[in-house]
T-cell receptor, first 110, second 114 residues
Framework: GQNIDQPTEMTATEGAIVQINCTYQ??????LFWYQQHAGEAPTFLSY????GLEEKGRFSSFLSRSKGYSYLLLKELQMKDSASYLC???????????FGDGTTLTVKP | DGGITQSPKYLFRKEGQNVTLSCEQN?????MYWYRQDPGQGLRLIYY???????QKGDIAEGYSVSREKKESFPLTVTSAQKNPTAFYLC?????????????FGSGTRLTVV
């Protein structure tokens, strides 16, 4: 299968910056997504990367290095509401479907 | 407003019983997907469909069945052959050619075997 690895848990302080890493198998890569999922709710789309580099969307940015099979999600000016699970998902080939990592549970503390 | 609707929100199944989870979207999306999520884990793909009257197995299709008779609807049946069906089931849709918007998810169905 296409293993997607991300840390299980992270903790950060309100107002700080946190980086959540994701590594994946590069063969057949055709796009990477980040989703946010609050406890008991459905995931919501955050970002999409298919070319190398940084994509910025307000407080959230996502970076991709295709040659290294590596991405990160950067969250700035953390707020308590950012406490959630962050899912990295990779689309392989052009089949449309995505494979998800197990998610990183982020806890933001005052 | 456009969206994707799953029902019911909670479902209880007895041993040996088949149950069907509903998923309807009015986003005019071509592709629809069913994922299963177990506690503390990511999403695993059950079935997906890119066009009407066609669907493909995902990574964990055994014990499940689907149909795609209409563009708007993609129901999932959990059969008695699925030995461990208790999980959170998520339906999603996407528009082909608009990949940078990712999936739109429904609010999910939480299935429990009693």
């Amino acid at each position: 299968g296409q293993n997607i690895d991300q840390p299980t848990e992270m903790t950060a302080t309100e107002g700080a910056i946190v980086q959540i890493n994701c590594t994946y198998q590069t063969s057949g890569f055709n796009g990477l997504f980040w989703y946010q999922q609050h406890a008991g709710e459905a995931p919501t789309f955050l970002s999409y990367n298919v070319l190398d580099g940084l994509e910025e969307k307000g407080r959230f940015s996502s970076f991709l290095s295709r040659s290294k099979g590596y991405s990160y999600l950067l969250l700035k000016e953390l707020q308590m509401k950012d406490s959630a699970s962050y899912l990295c998902a990779v689309r392989y080939t052009n089949a449309g479907k995505s494979t998800f990592g197990d998610g990183t549970t982020l806890t933001v503390k005052p | 407003d456009g969206g994707i609707t799953q029902s019911p929100k909670y479902l209880f199944r007895k041993e040996g019983q088949n149950v069907t989870l509903s998923c309807e979207q009015n986003l005019n999306h071509d592709a629809m997907y069913w994922y299963r999520q177990d506690p503390g884990q990511g999403l695993r793909l059950i079935y997906y469909s890119q066009i009407v009257n066609d669907f493909q197995k995902g990574d964990i299709a055994e014990g499940y069945s689907v149909s795609r008779e209409k563009k708007e609807s993609f129901p999932l049946t959990v059969t008695s052959a699925q030995k461990n069906p208790t999980a959170f089931y998520l339906c999603a849709s996407s528009m082909r050619g608009s990949d940078n918007y990712g999936y739109t998810f429904g609010s999910g169905t939480r299935l429990t075997v009693v």
